[in-house]
């Protein structure tokens, strides 16, 4: 064949990059988002976060009487659009509502930060305090401040501080005690006889039950440090020889084996109960996680209104003296133009990221209503492809836009996804969202006898009688994503 050249004409999608950075942006949760725009901030040099404080500074004490920039305009108008009460409606309202009305006209939507910036130096002066805060005690800290105080020897401290080094988190002792001896050089001759003895110096520190090598033995030395009793001594009867029978909530073995009395069971449970099976994790260091909130959702003048939260919007602009150099040159080329472009795209993309927010949660709030007046029984069906439709938008994007992003309730904080879910048809031809039907089973759950608790047949039963038709499997499914037990872990004394 012999080669030859020809032309074809096609169409592709193709994804512009300023299309491929919206997308990003959207999907990425507030904490990403951020670490992105730093990265863009310290790439960009025509890119820069805006200082409220010198904006407002600029704008009502400029020098001759200077007009205010065009993005205050823009506020200023945004500002005259808020949708105030008249006169003759006020005077109605209670001092509640006006207070209400009052946060939601000066919060004044995702473009006015001031609220933020009100609270910055308190905010400020609170993390500085923070900053003095004294470091968290550790366990091996808290067992070495005792051992100081102690009147062992020296050779003891040493030894005790070597078994010390070999506690885990929980405040266990994860190696046997010959292992332990075979890492201690032969020159320091500790035998197992010492090693004992330095185990039980070491059990006798606080938190009691500290050292242990099992849960057997963590709950006997808590046991044994309490007041002599019949009930503590039945207590160490079933540590000792019923403990899986004591899990497995089997009482009625538990009173066969050891001779005892309901009653006798239920104080000794009591005691049991009250134990501590990990000492040493009140010792362990917390990570918080904080989330920032997307969205702010309140009840103004009898309405649910959701917000984008000021304190999650970046604001941001265009370095002001780059864009009058690259202005007065005749020609935009240069690197300084591509950033200026790059940096228009990203003020541009993040605003839009926010629109699609604001939108897509005022129409969850709007269908989900009845859910922040009555809870989450009153939670309705709701899936993607409802609200892509009223916004008309792609399911993709709104998949995107609940992901990772969070809103704030007078009920709680909660993913945008979780007012999403499917439902189960009714007796009388509606539908129950799966979350109203897990809240149902935390009610029923949470009020039965202890004594003869509910199983999944007759949760399932009673659902049924209240229209609701669950199989047994689906109850069991709920009950399990709600970290409930079964119903034989359940029994009670």
């Known amino acids: 064949m012999k080669p030859s050249l020809q032309i074809k004409l096609s169409q592709q999608l193709a994804l512009t990059p300023q299309l491929q950075q919206a997308i990003k942006l959207l999907q990425l949760s507030t904490l990403e988002m951020n670490q992105e725009i730093e990265r863009y901030l310290q790439d960009n040099p025509l890119l820069e976060r805006e200082d409220e404080n010198e904006r407002a500074h600029e704008a009502y004490n400029g020098a001759n009487g200077k007009d205010r920039t065009d993005d205050l305009a823009n506020g200023e108008r945004e500002a005259s659009g808020k949708d105030e009460f008249p006169a003759a409606e006020r005077a109605e ?28 130096d308190r905010d400020d002066d609170e993390a500085e305090a923070q900053d003095l805060q004294p470091a968290a005690t550790t366990l091996r800290d808290y067992l070495s401040w005792q051992l100081n105080l102690s009147c062992f020897s020296d050779a003891d401290k040493s030894l005790i501080r070597f078994l010390v080094e070999g506690l885990d988190d929980d405040g266990y002792l994860s190696a046997s005690l010959e292992e332990l001896r ?37 709950l006997g030395l808590q046991l044994k440090a309490m007041a002599a009793s019949p009930a503590r001594d ?30 006798e069971l239920k104080a000794a449970h009591a005691l049991i109960v009250r134990l501590d099976p990990r000492p040493g994790a009140s010792f362990a260091p917390l990570e918080a996680r904080y989330i920032i909130p997307d969205v702010i959702v309140r009840k103004v003048r ?20 780059y864009a009058e150099i690259l202005a007065r040159q005749r020609r935009g080329e240069g690197a300084l133009s591509g950033q200026l472009q790059e940096a228009r795209w990203l003020i541009k993309n993040v605003q839009q990221r926010f629109d699609t927010i604001a939108r897509v949660s005022q129409a969850i709030v709007e269908r989900q209503r009845k859910f922040f007046e009555h809870g989450e029984v009153a939670m309705r069906p709701l899936v993607l492809r409802e ?59 949470g009020a039965e006898d202890g004594r003869k608790p509910l199983s999944d047949s007759q949760l399932s039963e009673i659902l049924g009688r209240q229209g609701v038709v669950v199989a047994r499997r689906t109850v069991a499914k709920y009950r399990e994503a709600l970290n409930i037990p079964p119903v034989n872990l359940r029994k009670t004394l």
């Not at 892509?388 to 969070?406: G, N, P």
């Open 93 to 120: 309202l209670s001092p509640a509502e006006i207070e209400e009305d009052r946060w939601f006209q000066d919060s004044g939507g995702y473009g006015n930060a001031s609220g933020a910036n009100r609270d910055r």
């Open 182 to 218: 075979e890492t201690i050089p032969t020159e320091y001759e500790v035998d197992a006889e010492d090693m004992e003895i330095a185990l039980k110096q070491l059990q006798s520190l606080e938190p009691t039950g500290v050292g242990a090598r099992s849960p057997q033995e963590c």
């Open 234 to 263: 039945l207590a160490l009867s079933i540590i000792g020889q019923c403990l899986d029978l004591l899990a497995g909530r089997d009482f009625n073995r538990i009173m066969k084996q050891l001779g005892c009395s309901s009653d």
């Open 302 to 321: 009898g309405r649910w209104v959701s917000q984008i939260n000021p304190d999650a919007y970046p604001r941001l602009r265009v370095n002001r003296l």
């Open 387 to 445: 609200i892509a439709d009223v916004l008309d938008l792609h399911e993709s994007t709104v998949s995107r836009v609940t992901s990772q992003k969070y809103m704030s309730t007078p009920r709680g904080i909660f993913e945008l996804k979780y007012f999403f879910g499917s439902h189960v048809s009714t007796d009388s031809g509606g539908a129950c969202s799966a979350t109203a039907i897990r809240a149902l089973l935390k009610q029923l759950i």
